[in-house]
């Protein structure tokens, strides 16, 4: 692995195993001479939001580096469904899919996020891992539960990282998204305030907090940075429509 100066622009997140490479990006860029044009400035790494395909893919080669010359990257075509890839082998094409499980060395799982909730699910030893897009469609579809079930880790041997999301002030959501939450589990209830009009504040990384804990996972990080109100850094779906996207990427690497 490149030994690279991310000028913050890119987050690295450590677990308990040496061997597990993490980390998040956001909007600013960790090399100047590659960059974005408006509005997608600077670090954009979605093919599919309109952006310029040569910025995006310079982007994406330019994170490559953060990892193992033989590290792969393995992307999703993310659809806010439940359902979760078991990976054995790399595929040059973005596999349909909102959550991927692995324990292969050097492919980095990508989730690709512009407001959705980036989950990491970690073995303590080093020996598996998962990333999840946390959107609350997923998340209501319980993707928690169905990845943890693809998972041969056992859930006290699990720890959770949870990215940078939309916060829990600047979430509005109507009824039909409490209450789909709330027939998933009444406990759920308490993630929500209510707003004006019909509307509720839904709280994202409470949520899928609790649907960890009810799954037995117990250690668990939480990035408490909202995309909507933080325009500098990242990108927010719901702030500008037309944006790009974060990615959040995790790889064992049994050569590190």
Known sequence: MHKMSTNGAIKNIRFSA??????QTSRLSPVQHIQSCSPYQSFNLGLHVGDD????????????KYFNDNTQIQ??????GGHVIELVNYSEQPIV?????????????????????????????????????GGWRP????????????????????????GPCIGENAFVVGNEVKDTFSSLDETLAVCFKRELNNKWLANLPLI????LN??????????????????DKYYSYRRCNQTGRMASLIAIQNSV
């Open 18 to 23: 040496n061997n597990v490479v993490a980390m």
């Open 53 to 64: 395909e040569n910025h995006v893919l310079a982007n994406r080669t330019c994170l490559k």
């Open 75 to 80: 992307w999703l075509e993310q659809v806010h």
């Open 97 to 133: 899919g909102d959550a991927i499980v692995t324990k292969q060395p050097d492919i980095a799982l990508a989730i690709m996020t512009a407001d959705c909730l980036p989950i990491f699910l970690v073995d303590k030893y080093g020996q598996e891992i998962a990333a999840i897009h």
């Open 139 to 162: 998340l209501a579809a319980n993707i928690i539960d169905e990845t943890l079930k693809k998972m041969e880790t056992s859930v006290n041997q699990v720890e959770a990282w949870l």
């Open 208 to 211: 899928a907090t609790l649907l």
């Open 214 to 231: 009810k799954n037995g996972v117990k250690n668990i990080r939480v990035l408490d940075e909202c995309t909507y109100q933080n325009e």
